[in-house]
């Protein structure tokens, strides 16, 4: 018989992960409200570094609440979500990337 | 192993005290498996929408922009709100992993009423908008926000709706391995709805209010 691989996070004593994880994103939320309400930052640097820390915050979703990594076999799950996400920034990068032509076409 | 054990569980999938009891069949495991599966193509979906918004963003056909429709406080609340209902969401399988039933169900009434809390506020918002003229026809930018904040909002209620059924019965079978593999489907399903408020709330209302 074959042997599986186990990747579960144990469930003892006081949640912090949990805890991290809201500390986390609440302060990546500050941190983009603060820049783009704020200061009064280049709109295209407060866009990028916003864009960026809400990536952040996926990571945290993913990894401290979603239990991400964890299955009974093999996780397949990191890279179907990793593959929709390529195919998420393709779409939207893509659109932003092809209508910035639209100003010098027309 | 025991033949008792063989019998009501299987052969492949022997029950292991390392495993947590969502896992505890086989069957458990693939449902969990294709439901990431079901979260990237809504992750696909909502790239789609974002995509329709970028573009549309500054078509307002001489309706309002962004920077005169969105209310700071409303989105604010709305964050807020759905930040602190992924963590109790989070907490509630935790409680599940623990085997507290009362503990977990409590920690999930708190993430509905958090997530009707979410509701209300962008009811409120939407139903503002259209008072002052800002309806979906009006513009290009507003025909891709509604969509795109709508189509959240719309998830959101279903997760509210089917979070109150997982929560009914676990209040009638205790965690059983069915009732503990709906209940860590539907919180999956929540924490990705508040990342992709997080990601609404960035390329929507913050960028909304920078240009």
Same mark, same amino acid.
């Given at each position: 018989?074959?042997?599986?691989?186990?990747?579960?996070?144990?469930? *003892?004593?006081?949640?912090?992960?949990?805890?991290?994880?809201?500390?986390?994103?609440?302060?990546?939320?500050?941190?983009?409200?603060?820049?783009?309400?704020?200061?009064?930052?280049?709109?295209?640097?407060?866009?990028?570094?916003?864009?960026?820390?809400?990536?952040?915050? #996926? /990571?945290?979703?993913?990894?401290?609440?979603?239990?991400?990594?964890? =299955?009974?076999?093999?996780?397949?799950?990191?890279?179907?979500?990793?593959?929709?996400?390529?195919?998420?920034?393709?779409?939207?990068?893509?659109?932003?990337?092809?209508?910035?032509?639209?100003?010098?076409? %027309? | 192993? !025991?033949?008792?054990?063989?019998? +009501?569980?299987?052969?492949?999938?022997?029950?292991?005290? %390392?495993?947590?009891?969502?896992?505890?069949?086989?069957?458990?495991?693939?449902?969990?498996?294709?439901?990431?599966?079901? /979260?990237?193509?809504?992750?696909? #979906?909502? =790239? @789609?929408?974002?995509?329709?918004?970028?573009?549309?963003?500054?078509?307002?056909?001489?309706?309002?922009?962004?920077?005169?429709?969105?209310?700071?406080?409303?989105? *604010?609340?709305?964050?807020?709100?759905?930040?602190?209902? %992924?963590?109790? @969401?989070?907490?509630?399988?935790?409680?599940?992993?623990?085997?507290?039933?009362?503990?977990?169900?409590?920690? #999930?009434?708190? *993430?509905?009423?958090?997530?009707?809390?979410?509701?209300?506020?962008? +009811?409120?918002?939407?139903?503002?908008?259209? !008072?002052?003229?800002?309806?979906?026809?009006?513009?290009?930018? #507003? %025909?891709?926000?509604? *969509?795109?904040?709508?189509?959240?909002? @719309? $998830?959101?209620? &279903?997760?509210?709706?089917? &979070?109150? !059924?997982? +929560?009914?019965?676990?209040?009638?079978?205790?965690?059983?391995?069915?009732?503990?593999?709906?209940?860590?489907?539907?919180?999956?399903?929540? $924490?990705?709805?508040?990342?992709?408020?997080?990601? +609404?709330?960035?390329?929507?209302?913050?960028?909304?209010?920078?240009?």
């Amino acid at each position: 018989m074959e042997t599986k691989e186990h990747k579960f996070h144990q469930e *003892t004593g006081f949640p912090w992960k949990h805890v991290i994880g809201l500390l986390l994103s609440l302060v990546l939320t500050a941190i983009a409200f603060w820049l783009a309400l704020a200061t009064h930052q280049p709109p295209a640097v407060v866009i990028s570094i916003i864009v960026v820390l809400g990536f952040g915050q #996926l /990571l945290v979703q993913l990894y401290m609440f979603m239990h991400f990594t964890e =299955s009974d076999d093999r996780a397949w799950q990191v890279p179907t979500i990793y593959f929709a996400l390529f195919i998420a920034f393709t779409v939207v990068g893509g659109s932003i990337w092809i209508m910035s032509f639209r100003s010098i076409v %027309s | 192993m !025991s033949n008792a054990h063989t019998a +009501i569980h299987g052969d492949h999938h022997p029950v292991d005290p %390392s495993v947590p009891v969502e896992y505890h069949e086989e069957e458990n495991s693939l449902r969990i498996a294709g439901f990431w599966v079901f /979260l990237g193509s809504d992750l696909v #979906l909502f =790239s @789609c929408l974002f995509a329709t918004y970028v573009v549309m963003h500054g078509r307002v056909a001489g309706g309002p922009t962004s920077q005169q429709l969105f209310d700071v406080t409303g989105f *604010t609340i709305e964050t807020i709100a759905l930040l602190f209902s %992924s963590f109790t @969401c989070g907490l509630a399988t935790y409680e599940m992993r623990r085997g507290n039933r009362n503990a977990m169900v409590t920690w #999930l009434f708190i *993430t509905v009423a958090l997530g009707l809390v979410f509701l209300g506020f962008e +009811i409120d918002e939407f139903v503002h908008n259209v !008072s002052i003229g800002a309806t979906m026809q009006r513009s290009g930018f #507003l %025909s891709a926000f509604f *969509t795109l904040v709508g189509t959240h909002g @719309c $998830h959101v209620t &279903m997760g509210t709706l089917w &979070m109150l !059924s997982v +929560i009914i019965q676990l209040i009638r079978y205790g965690i059983t391995p069915i009732t503990a593999r709906k209940a860590f489907i539907v919180s999956i399903y929540w $924490h990705f709805l508040d990342a992709v408020w997080i990601f +609404i709330f960035t390329v929507v209302y913050l960028t909304g209010k920078v240009v």
